[in-house]
């Protein structure tokens, strides 16, 4: 009786045990998953990252796209043919990052599907080092709170994604030597102001415009 | 007539001391002008060191202070006395391989700092290298003057200097009134109302930091910031000493603002944060470039960290 006995108490246990197992292989499973997902939802910081910068009325992209045939061949396009590629051209064309099936994603390497507002995944890619300092906040402007809600900037608010390369600036006027100096008490002569007021204002008149 | 002389010496209760006093004293009143003398003068004359001021004193030279603004400027300037915040020390990070020299920050400290536009202040000095030159041990003999069209220019790289908020500061040793001392946030400060214009301070310090006013600072009045710190970018007079203070009145809050140099930067070559905030933008790039800081040699050891990103 007693190795009977200990038969079924066994097979019991071992079906129990396989339950369990498949429990327990599941539920790391589940953890697993979540933990990456949200490994990955808590690697970008919460700090506000203000919309992409498209061009006016171009978004969404499938209000001229969703009636065109789809083309995948490289060739010079017909309309936005203000964008000129200096970005690895020649390796990469549009629909290596702009997805061809639905224009209002864009796309990995891999095929998977990615929004505009989280751009920075696609660009982190290939820039995988300059991303992690941008995660850091080192890489790229940052403005705010010091210690506080601080606002972060999508690569493509400075970077044009199709020619990433800063364009060169103006400086403003290098400071007074010494011999120049032309100073009087007078308190009658006009102050020079401050040139940056000026470009400021012609800036945010700039973008008014636009 | 020899016996009468000796006679008539009395002593008096007057002693030396009292005597010296009393001419100083009354000398020094002379030199107040009685035409104009409000209380305002007075209280200014006798005015405390800011760190023997306890905050009704504090406050007290703040509505004076006040007043006077609005009488010479027309502004109602709006002063804090903030303290520092608790566990804070700030450090400032400077990443060379993308600052391109385009004085934005020059400038934007100058709009924030209240500066003086005539005689020009300036308290960051944008300097260009040659490229593949020794250049960090000679730095004086990089020119801070050049004005191309366009900015970076071929074969030249920018390194911006202002003040590197020393934890060791020289200038602080030799202000012979104290006027000018560290912060426990690490920020040097100058009291300009104890500043008596001696210019040691200018001397002392390695960097080019401290800037004289040489005459009455003038700025337009639509162009002043009214938002100041006692410490920092309140209306200076002429002959004080001034230099950069991580823009006190806006980081000493909480929350605070990032300095106004790190705001405008377009390049986003300028980084700020506390040095003892192991989770700071400043100490990531510690940790994680290669930084190195002007002069270290003299040990000054400054809190402003020049590095290169990748």
Known sequence: ?210 | MRKNTKKKIVSRPVDRRSVLKGTVMGLASLAIPFGTADASIWESFFQKHFREMNDDEKQEVIERMKTEYAEEYGVDFNIRTTNPIPGVLFGYGLDLSRCIGCRRCVYGCVKENNQSRDPQIHWISVLQFEKGHKWVNIFEEATKYYNPHEVPEEDFFYMPVQCQQCENPPCVKVCPTQATWKERDGITVIDYNWCIGCRYCMAACPYGARHFNWGKPRVAKEELNPEVHYLGNRPRMKGVVEKCTFCIQRTRENPGRYPACVEICPVGARKFGNLLDPESEIRYCIENKRVFRLKEDLNTSPKFYYFFAT
């Open chain 1, 1 to 210: 009786m007693k190795p009977q006995i200990s038969k079924v108490i066994d097979g019991e246990m071992s079906v129990v045990l396989r339950y369990f197992e498949l429990i327990a292989l599941s539920a790391l499973l589940l953890s697993m998953f979540y933990v990456t997902v949200t490994a990955a939802a808590d690697d970008i910081p919460d700090y506000f990252v203000p919309p992409p910068p498209f061009s006016e009325d171009i978004f969404p992209c499938s209000g001229c796209h969703a009636d065109m045939e789809v083309n995948t061949t490289r060739r010079k396009l017909d309309f936005h043919e203000n964008i000129v590629l200096k970005h690895a051209e020649e390796q990469r064309w549009c629909l290596d990052c702009h997805n061809a099936n639905d224009r209002d994603k864009l796309r990995y390497a891999s095929g998977q599907l990615i929004s505009f507002e989280e751009s920075y995944y696609l660009c982190g890619q290939c820039h995988g080092t300059i991303f992690r300092d941008w995660k850091a906040g080192v890489h790229g402007k940052r403005t705010g709170m010091w210690n506080g809600k601080k606002q972060y900037r999508l690569c493509v608010h400075c970077h044009n994604p199709h020619q990433p390369k800063f364009k060169p600036l103006a400086p403003l006027p290098p400071p007074i030597r010494p011999d120049d100096i032309k100073y009087t008490e007078s308190a009658s002569d006009e102050v020079p102001r401050n040139p940056l007021e000026s470009l400021l204002k012609s800036e945010s008149d700039h973008a008014q415009e636009h």
